[in-house]
T-cell receptor, first 115, second 112 residues
Framework: DQQVKQNSPSLSVQEGRISILNCDYT??????FLWYKKYPAEGPTFLISISSIKDKNEDGRFTVFLNKSAKHLSLHIVPSQPGDSAVYFCAASGDSGGSNYKLTFGKGTLLTVNP | DAMVIQNPRYQVTQFGKPVTLSCSQT?????MYWYQQKSSQAPKLLFH???????NEADTPDNFQSRRPNTSFCFLDIRSPGLGDAAMYLCATSEQGKGQAFFGQGTRLTVV
């Protein structure tokens, strides 16, 4: 039973355009959400996060939007660059077990930015 | 500077032969995690330490054990690796309550 879902295994965009990666979650106790970026043969690196008290967080080219009522978040990358090509994982924490420091991950979306 | 270091990066082991993966951190974080990631799947939490307290996920097989002798080091022991245990093993650390976890580069385990 996946609590964090990334329904698009892959996404391809042109350099300079917007990339939108989506994530849905089912556990209403999640209150902190993160995006990680992963290159092949490397560990995930933290990209951006958002707390449930906000609906938007921006860091340079990266913006995360949270829609709590829909249990949906998205990552926008504008403008997309070829170096952004990687697997992007959505993660969430704050489940009902009280372990608010455990991260639950989605399966990831492979983003390819074409020059 | 590397903050979470995993050794080795690649490990080949024989079916049924015990293997140990290691992780060290320079962040002085109190929480350390081990995740298993198979191809095209989400990283799956195996267990974590909160300081010296060990927390096993309910569905982690008994074949997997862990040790944390001090704040800086954590080990993953696979007592009798099977072909299904071939995966990328990721170590991560975090400060409790901060949410963000810092990952090592992972160890790619191959079972032959």
């Amino acid at each position: 039973d996946q609590q964090v879902k990334q329904n698009s295994p892959s996404l391809s965009v042109q350099e300079g355009r917007i990339s939108i990666l989506n994530c849905d979650y089912t556990n209403s106790m999640f209150d902190y959400f993160l995006w990680y970026k992963k290159y092949p043969a490397e560990g995930p690196t933290f990209l951006i996060s958002i707390s449930s008290i906000k609906d938007k967080n921006e860091d340079g080219r990266f913006t995360v939007f949270l829609n709590k009522s829909a249990k949906h978040l998205s990552l926008h990358i504008v403008p997309s660059q070829p170096g952004d090509s990687a697997v992007y994982f959505c993660a969430a924490s704050g489940d009902s077990g009280g372990s608010n420091y455990k991260l639950t991950f989605g399966k990831g979306t492979l983003l390819t930015v074409n020059p | 500077d590397a903050m979470v270091i995993q050794n080795p990066r690649y490990q080949v082991t024989q079916f049924g032969k015990p293997v140990t993966l290691s992780c060290s951190q320079t962040l002085n974080h109190n929480v350390m995690y081990w995740y298993q990631q198979k191809s095209s799947q989400a990283p799956k939490l195996l267990f974590h330490y909160y300081d010296k307290d060990f927390n096993n996920e309910a569905d982690t097989p008994d074949n997997f054990q862990s040790r944390r002798p001090n704040t800086s080091f954590c080990f993953l022991d696979i007592r009798s690796p099977g072909l299904g245990d071939a995966a990328m093993y990721l170590c991560a650390t975090s400060e409790q309550g901060k949410g963000q976890a810092f990952f090592g580069q992972g160890t790619r385990l191959t079972v032959v």
